[in-house]
């Protein structure tokens, strides 16, 4: 089945302990891309990969750093989460950085940070 | 970043009724895009659109893509149960800043049956 996974799904951390979310697609995708999801403020795009090798901040990269070894993932790392950092995370791709329009997202990722 | 103004924030009517919402810009897009979210899930891609003007439908949804490419709006008609979620539109941009897309705040939908 063509998808895109994330995990953990939950976590619950505290403050200044380094996590990685991970994300995986398996539709041979060049395009990937991370949000954050808070109430009111819709999905707000926090880094983007073009394809292996190539990433680019997008709206709020601010504590957050992502990695393109592979085509199939884009991990989200956090290294030292703050409580304004506790949110619904999601990951998408698509084919390719033209076809952003079709992106496919993952399920999310809810993270509470203490 | 750039904002998008989404309205109504939420809305509450009866199977049957339709639906209307929109999003608003100060800065032009190049493409709108439409998307449902139902609880528990990623956004999936309802309608998306590419000229100033340009009218689309799918089903009962319907969107357009204002001439002034900074509204879109989207109407679904005789709304049922299953259009329960939160709707969000989002803008494209290809700039030399980079392919930027942004979403607006979502509206959430709730249908009595």
């Known amino acids: 089945e063509a998808q895109v996974t994330q995990n953990p799904r939950y976590l619950i951390t505290v403050t200044g302990k380094k996590l990685t979310v991970t994300c995986s697609q398996n539709m041979n995708h060049e395009y990937m891309s991370w949000y954050r999801q808070d109430p009111g403020l819709g999905l707000r795009q926090i880094y983007y990969?073009?394809?292996?090798?190539?990433?680019d901040k997008g709206d709020v990269p601010e504590g957050y750093k992502v990695s393109r070894k592979e085509k199939r993932n884009f991990p989200l790392i956090l290294e030292s989460p703050s409580p304004n950092q506790t949110s619904l995370y999601f990951c998408?791709?698509?084919?390719?950085?033209?076809?952003?329009?079709?992106?496919?997202f993952g399920p999310g990722t809810r993270l509470t940070v203490l | 970043g750039q904002q998008l103004n989404q309205s109504p924030q939420s809305m509450f009517i009866q199977e049957g009724e339709d639906v209307s919402m929109n999003c608003t810009s100060s800065s032009i897009f190049n493409t709108w895009l439409w998307y449902k979210q139902d609880p528990g899930e990623g956004p999936v891609l309802l309608i998306a659109?590419?000229?100033?003007?340009e009218l689309t439908s799918n089903g009962r949804l319907t969107a357009q893509f204002g001439i002034t490419r900074k509204d879109s709006f989207l109407n679904i008609s005789a709304s049922i149960p299953s259009d329960v979620g939160i709707y969000f539109c989002a803008g494209h941009l290809r700039n030399n800043a980079g392919n930027m897309l942004t979403f607006g705040g979502g509206t959430r939908l709730m249908v009595k049956p």
């Open positions: 998408a791709s698509s084919l390719q950085g033209t076809l952003w329009n079709e992106q496919f």
């Open positions: 659109l590419y000229k100033a003007g």
């Open positions: 990969s073009m394809n292996v090798e190539v990433t």
